[in-house]
């Protein structure tokens, strides 16, 4: 953890008994771009006077706030021991190991930082999403199975939501597939490790559970919202098993991929399901129990937007941050 990292934990996380609000990732952004024209490292703004903040364009109230949260500083070795004592490790958008996919995908809307509990090498391995209702049938398992089954053959692993429904079928899957996932998780990381199956999947190196969320963040509505950019923007392509019309956080999840273009999106083609011919009608390439799992082909999400991803040894100081 370097002290760039450390200024950014100070910063944008919620830790402690201080109840100041940190900065939001759009927050951060807008400082990161402030940072960089002045070739100024985070880790100087730990020693800034009232009046450097002033010379960067912050107004009183913004400077106490600052000034507020950075002098959380001395405590962050305490808290990420903490947090390691459980299996929990964090990274920002100043180290290598943050998720260069969602970096590149994201850009300043991407998160300042991530918990993460698991092998964080996994994250930089091809992936393939699963998204879909946790109300199921026994049909949208055999499906889910089956199709990932087909992915993981073509040596993708998973990423999912960790909820219960479809994200759950893909990820058992996987794993009895011998392949691997990633949880983007939308509340306590702290709880799931509890869970014996997560955490021996989780020691075994076949799962990473990973959040932008402060490791015993319960589940909220918005946080779920905020993760669904993080599976379609870490994948390869994103397939929808089942989705409800207009409503829920699968459908806002298609709905904002086909919009921002992060993956191509792939739906099981099923009249009785109106979300998923909806999606379809939208954009999404439509599937079915035959399809071979190709998701580089007629990838015109990917054409549309196209991607460059760069290696962590290409990245300076200032492209992380």
Known sequence: MNDNSQVIIALCSYYGRDDTVPYSPSEWSKLAVVLRERNIEPKELSEFSSSQFYD?????????????????????????????????????????????????????????????????????????????????????????????????????????????????????????????????????????????????????????????????????????????RYIYAQSEATVVVRCEYGKGGTWNGAADNLKNKFCPLFCWDRDDLKGNVELIKMGAYPIDEDWNADVSHNNKNTDDNEIQIISPQQLSLFDMI
């Open 56 to 228: 960067l364009g912050f107004d009183l109230e913004q400077t106490k706030r600052t000034l507020r949260l950075l002098d959380r500083m001395g405590s962050i070795p305490f808290e990420l021991e903490k947090y390691r004592s459980m299996g929990i490790q964090i990274t920002t958008r100043a180290e290598k190991d943050y998720p260069r996919m969602i970096k590149k995908r994201m850009g300043k809307k991407c998160p300042p930082l991530f918990y993460y509990a698991g092998n964080p090498e996994l994250m930089a391995k091809d992936t393939v999403g699963f998204v879909g209702s946790r109300k199921t049938e026994k049909r949208d398992e055999l499906f889910t199975r089956n199709i990932v089954g087909k992915v993981v053959t073509r040596g993708y692993g998973v990423v999912s939501g960790g909820a219960k429904g479809i994200d759950y079928f893909a990820m058992k899957s996987a794993l009895s597939n011998d392949s691997f996932c990633i949880n983007y998780v939308s509340d306590s990381i702290v709880r799931l490790l509890r869970n014996n199956e997560y955490a021996s999947a989780v020691l075994d190196g076949k799962i990473i559970l990973i959040s932008a969320e402060n490791p015993e963040q319960e589940f909220t509505t918005a946080t779920a919202m905020a993760r669904n």
